[in-house]
């Protein structure tokens, strides 16, 4: 056995055969502690079918530092089977299928509603739109709303408990410059709809000229309430 024979039967292990078997095992018998030997030599017998498999491998695994290698070398022949049972597996299924009349599927969608745009757009002209639409389509519309994505999940951007802690802190002590909307936002991300309701509540008793937009901001938070209570 030369060093490139070595290096073939390395790099292309499948060509081993009962040739190789008998040269591989003469080296053995020379250098037993040289693992590259040792793992040819029992991917040989695996490959022939050799009774002396299971003994010689058993043996391997005193010799060779890594026994992973060993697992790895036999499952390969392993997954190689399996491979080739699958495609073949695959192209009975892509014939079959070829047969089969052609229907225009609908197309999916994964929306997942999010109130945040809804209850976070910043209104410019709050008192002028709310005069343009009437009372009882906004009505309808937040009614549409809730009712459509009633089993849906709610998805909120995460708001800094600093943030939410300072604003409590004020509220408490009574500053109400902070009784703001958006000190109704923060919470309403905290899904604490509650405080959030009774700052919108406050906000509709001090601004009567914004009664229209508060009204809807206080029956869309009831409704959400009720909702996530049920």
Known sequence: ?????????????????RDTL???RTMLGRYPYCQTLRLLYVYNLYLLHDS??????????????????????????EDVKSISNADQTLELIDAFLSQMP??????????????????????KDNASSSNDIPKL?????????????????????????KE?????????????SYFTETLAKIYIKQKKYVK?????????????????YFADQIRFLEKLIINTKS
């Open 102 to 123: 052609k229907e225009d599927m609908p197309a999916s969608f994964d929306i997942v509603p999010n109130y945040t745009p809804y209850l976070l757009e910043e209104d």
């Open 164 to 176: 939410l802690e300072e604003a409590d802190s004020n509220v408490e002590g009574g500053n109400e």
């Open 52 to 77: 002396s498999f299971s003994s010689e491998l058993r043996k391997a695994a005193l010799y060779v530092t890594d026994r992973r290698v060993l697992f790895y070398l036999i499952e390969k022949v």
């Open 22 to 24: 008998y040269e591989l």
């Open 196 to 212: 959030a309701l009774e700052i919108y509540r406050s906000l509709n008793e001090k601004n009567p000229q914004k009664n229209a």
């Open 137 to 161: 389509h906004r009505s309808e519309l937040i009614d549409d709303f809730i009712e459509k994505s009633k089993d849906k999940r709610l998805t909120l951007k995460p708001v800094e408990e």
């Open 1 to 17: 056995m030369t060093a490139s024979n070595l290096q073939q039967w390395i790099s292309s292990p499948q060509l081993l055969n």
